[in-house]
């Protein structure tokens, strides 16, 4: 851009322009996506230092080449009626006509035309989709612009392409002017009048903006350069290029360049960030469903385990019933055998013993080891169905993922849909995997043996292979030996009938603490083990899934970041905008 006519206001708001695209780009790198935008950026930032641009686009054969000719008063290009221009031609000032090669499919020609001092203009392929190539490279080069000069004929006015085009750079937020070439074609000046109402009817409705429209004869023009006296007046006047070249060189003066030249990347930058925005909240959608994802398994691992201890709780108080039972079994033992009636046979030890295993111990081993076993099973079982139902839900999401995530691919990025993907399938293989090898009969015998050396080890020692209920039967084998020691203590009814209240008392106090004992240890230790399996049944769950949890919840932090970052980069290109357009 041309140092001299930058007023100091405008140096200022071309620095913060500077700043803004180096802040998008480093908004587009902190977001895995945004590479394809960053050329373009880097492009349309090192455009603020060059020459305004003047980008000609259009149809091939509408007259493009011709035109350009018209302006530079001059055969600069190659004309015809099949695509001739098969590259990016960018036209400078130099002092004497020449041209080079600066890259693959990009000609600079430099000519001695004063208004190239200032102006640059660019001349590309057609933008018809004959030639996709063509196309392309158009497509490519029209963020670069600072101005447009869209090239329609009479012979084929604003058509289907042409609208699709058009749709496709207004989105850059670029000026567009229409020039519409060949009204040497026409034959009244009413159905030129037509064709340039239908133009701008058109350019409204489906575009949305008000079209500054030149209707002009290249062909005309080009005669007027080649004529001489009045012919070539008369040539020029009816070319009616007089009013685009005032247009361009006299309405768009120094000011009014650097005002658009200024604008044109801030249009840019938005379309940038509309897009960057766009893929950003498609990720956002889909980190949403997939957090919905965590939270429901979380959820389920929740109400889980309160069910599992609520259930628990129940059983458990069935087993402490049956000691309970086996409690007031005993009271009434105590106190309808420690009689005096009954005082030889309390020197019988052994008869009192195997008495008191019938009448106080009972079944309660073959009851205890039922209920322990069916709560076993249960744990087992409860747990299968778990997994089973985290697996099902994994694979109705990864089905409705797959269904719909498909078409959003091409908005939030392969990588990004590849990792999630790749992480949430690793979930549903290792659930899956669960499934698939659990072994009820093994985890119950595991956990089988679990319990009672946990029981075990808070009650009795010597667990050995025996059942829990045999467990308990042992413990209270050496309570019945000592109760019946202290019974059998008692001796002769010589030592007096106030001994047998006292060795009931003693025998009943002590039946009383073992029962306690029993009935403590054996609730703790199992709550200890059920705790413990319950805490590993979850953790299962929890490890398998947390790699896809980490993935969710940090992409979704970043997803965050960058939306508030657009939102400010969006605010302050708006600011800067309107400034300039205060002026």
Not at 4 to 11: F, S, V
Not at 93 to 99: C, F, N, P, V, Y
Not at 123 to 137: K, S
Request: charged fraction near 25%; hydrophobic fraction near 40%.
């Amino acid at each position: 851009m041309a140092k001299t006519i930058l007023q100091d206001r405008q140096r200022v708001l071309l620095q913060q322009e500077k700043q803004l695209a180096i802040d998008l780009a480093s908004c587009l790198e902190n977001f895995e996506g945004g590479e394809p935008y960053e050329q373009t950026l880097r492009q349309v930032t090192a455009s603020l230092d060059d020459l305004f641009l003047l980008v000609i686009v259009g149809e091939f054969n509408a007259g493009k080449s011709a035109c350009i000719n018209a302006l530079l008063h001059g055969e600069v290009l190659e004309e015809g009626v099949i695509p001739t221009t098969h590259q990016v031609t960018i036209l400078r000032h130099g002092e004497e006509q020449s041209q080079q090669m600066l890259a693959h499919d990009i000609l600079e020609i430099e000519y001695p035309a004063e208004f190239l001092r200032d102006i640059s203009i660019v001349d590309t392929p057609g933008v018809n989709a004959v030639l996709q190539e063509h196309q392309r490279l158009t497509e490519e080069f029209v963020p670069r612009s600072d101005l447009i000069l869209f090239i329609t004929s009479t012979d084929r006015p604003f058509t289907q392409s042409e609208k699709t085009f058009l749709e496709r750079i207004r989105a850059w937020g670029k000026k567009v002017v229409f020039v519409l070439n060949k009204i040497d074609l026409v034959r009244t000046p009413e159905e030129l009048q037509k064709i340039t109402t239908f133009i701008a009817t058109n350019c409204q409705q489906l575009l949305g903006f008000q079209a500054d429209i030149f209707p002009v004869s290249a062909l005309q023009a080009q005669k007027a350069l080649t004529a001489v006296g009045n012919d070539a007046l008369n040539f020029w006047e009816r070319s009616r290029f007089g009013k685009l070249e005032e247009y361009l060189f006299e309405t768009l003066d120094a000011e009014e360049r650097v005002r658009i030249k200024l604008l044109s990347p801030l249009g840019v930058m938005q379309r940038l960030l509309q897009q960057t925005r766009v893929s950003v909240e498609e990720r956002a959608k889909l980190l949403a469903e997939d957090s919905r994802t965590v939270a429901n398994i979380e959820d389920q691992l929740k109400f889980y385990r309160e069910d599992m201890e609520r259930n628990f709780k129940h059983r458990l108080t069935e087993i402490v019933n049956i000691v309970l039972e086996m409690r007031q079994r005993g009271d009434f033992f105590f106190d309808d055998t420690m009689r005096l009636r009954r005082i030889l046979d309390l020197v019988q030890g052994e008869r009192i013993r195997r008495e008191f295993e019938r009448e106080v111990l009972g079944d309660s081993a073959a009851r205890i080891d039922q209920a322990v076993q069916e709560m076993i099973d249960w744990m087992v079982e409860q747990e299968h169905r778990f997994w089973q139902s985290v697996m099902e839900y994994l694979d109705q999401r990864r089905e409705v993922s797959l269904k719909r995530d498909d078409k959003m691919i091409g908005t939030v990025s392969r990588q990004f849909d590849y990792n999630r993907r790749v992480l949430l399938q690793s979930v549903s293989r290792t659930v899956t995997g669960v499934v698939n090898t659990y072994d009820p009969e093994v985890e119950t015998f595991q956990l089988a043996q679990d319990m009672r050396s946990t029981v075990a080890q808070a009650v009795i020692t010597g667990a050995g292979g025996v059942g829990l209920g045999a467990l308990i039967v042992a413990f209270m084998g050496t309570l019945a030996a000592d109760v019946t020691g202290i019974i059998a203590g008692i001796g002769l009814l010589l030592v007096g009938y106030g001994i047998i209240p006292l060795r009931r008392k003693q025998a009943k106090k002590a039946f009383e603490a073992k029962m306690a004992e029993l009935q403590t240890g054996l609730t703790n230790a199992m709550s200890e083990q059920f705790r413990k399996e319950l805490q590993n049944s979850t953790g299962r769950i929890e490890d398998a899934i947390a790699p896809y949890t980490r993935f969710v919840r940090s992409e979704q932090q970043k997803t965050a970041e960058v939306q508030n970052h657009i939102g400010r980069l969006d605010n302050d290109i708006t600011s800067i905008k309107n400034e300039i357009e205060k002026h």
